[in-house]
């Protein structure tokens, strides 16, 4: 009797002591779990392709190339991989830059031949840089291409394979929409003109000699009919394209703008709709009594280095991620491009303008004019840790 109250016993204990060991195995996989989570998270964050502006993508542009590392000093992604997608105007586009240029320190020269500020950014970063700017555009042009500015279907249409249908196409204020592209690309690209999406499906759209617009279906293997409801949100190509993790907006001399508070709405409207929290606001680089702003001005000399009310505005809206490019190019622009200041130059710096050896016209640059221009960009750039 004793006996088997005995073996009871032990079964008993043994019963238990399994059940612990199984809590504690239990336990012990779940905190591990979660702790591989959470450095699968971070890790995540820190190659997301939409970067924490806390963080920087490189220490250098002139090391080989490569960003964060883990802990064994292996790169997590190259910065090839980064895109810095510039919008804007005839300045962005680079209209004005010409052959030879070279940008002379000492022994080192750099052929600079027909750059754009783009070009330098490139050159600088070794990251993708894509220019996206079109001459002529407005404020509200570039946000409306970029998306900031949205644009619907105007009133719902079936677009049959093969046929052209008239559609009406509308911002969100209502008022109706021509673009010199609908592409969202300068005209001398080398993308289909006029293509958007809506829905995520292709359309070709094309302007009737009394600007009507006509749609079309750009794949012409679809075979079936696509019905676009009023309030579809028109996208062009050039935004359907495009992942910024850095973008860059120079705008506003051109206008599209009444005051000063709507051209910072524009502005806020693209940063939203970039995908990105890592950006740049370009300065115009108009003299002040030149510019679109000029009216508020007798002479640039009477602003010279300081900001014009344009620029202070936009200086209060968006703080270090503005740069004022005027009076960087003023201060910095000879240096940068290696020039020897001029007769005329030390006229213009007097008169509180931008050297006329940086400039292609009285609002344009040239070659030497954007690669100080896209150097100041790229100091920019690292100041706020983006490469």
Known sequence: MRTKRWVKDVMHGIVIFGICATVILTASVVV????????????????????????????????????????????????????????????????????????????????????????????????????????????????????????????????????????????????????????????????????????????????????????????????????????????????????????????????GWDDYDELIEQYKAMIANSGTECYIIVGDTDNPDESIDGANYESSAEVGNADTLWEAALREAFGEHFINMRTYMIENGLDIAGLEATEQDNSDLDDGKVPGSLRYDYTHLNSYGYYVIGQGVYEKGRELGYW
């Open 32 to 255: 591990d779990n979660i702790w591989t989570k959470q450095q699968a998270v971070t890790v995540s964050k820190d190659v997301n392709s939409n970067l924490d502006c806390e963080q920087s993508l490189c220490n250098s542009a002139d090391t080989e190339g490569y960003g964060y590392e883990d802990n064994n000093g292996e790169a997590l992604f190259s910065v090839n991989e980064k895109n810095i997608v510039c919008w804007g105007d005839s300045i962005t586009y680079g209209l004005g830059g010409q052959d030879n240029t070279y940008i002379v320190h000492g022994d080192d020269s750099i052929d600079a031949s027909g750059w754009g500020y783009t070009d330098v950014l490139k050159y600088r970063t070794g990251m993708n840089v894509y220019n996206l700017g079109v001459c002529g555009e407005t404020s509200y042009d570039i946000a409306l291409r970029q998306g900031g500015i949205k644009m619907y279907v105007g009133k719902q249409v079936t677009v049959r394979p093969g046929a052209k249908t008239k559609i009406n196409i509308a911002d969100e204020y209502g008022n109706p929409v021509i673009l010199e592209n609908f592409n969202g690309y300068e005209t001398d690209n080398e993308e289909p003109d006029n293509v958007v999406y809506i829905n995520d499906t292709a359309f070709q759209l094309e302007e009737s000699d009394d600007g009507s617009i006509y749609i079309s279906l750009y794949d012409k293997n679809i075979s079936k009919s696509v019905k676009l409801k009023k309030g579809s949100q028109v996208v062009t190509k050039a935004a359907h394209d495009m992942s910024a993790d850095v973008v860059v907006i120079q705008m506003g001399s051109n206008g």
